[in-house]
């Protein structure tokens, strides 16, 4: 893989982050923890895991507040 190609697939890997904590972070404040299937509360769990995994494998750097992701 050329250095090229691996900055492109960075960018697209913190990209698919960003929408993954989105998505967490929209279902947790929208659904009522007694609305919620006993799937779901394990599944948005993992997900923040996960990508708190690679923050902490040094895979991904976390995002600064302020920050101008775009």
């Known amino acids: 893989m050329s250095i ?3 900055r492109i697939f960075y960018k697209e890997l913190e990209k ?3 929408h ?3 998505v967490c972070q929209h ?3 929208d659904c009522p923890s007694e ?3 006993k799937w779901f509360n394990p ?3 993992e ?3 996960y990508v708190e995994n690679l923050y902490d494998k040094n895979i991904l750097e976390k995002p ?3 920050k101008d992701n775009q």
Do not use: K
């Open 20 to 22: 993954l904590l989105t």
């Open 4 to 6: 090229s190609e691996a």
């Open 35 to 37: 609305y919620r299937t």
């Open 64 to 66: 600064t507040e302020g």
């Open 27 to 29: 279902a947790d404040e």
């Open 16 to 18: 698919c982050v960003e």
């Open 43 to 45: 599944s948005i769990q």
């Open 47 to 49: 997900a923040y895991e």
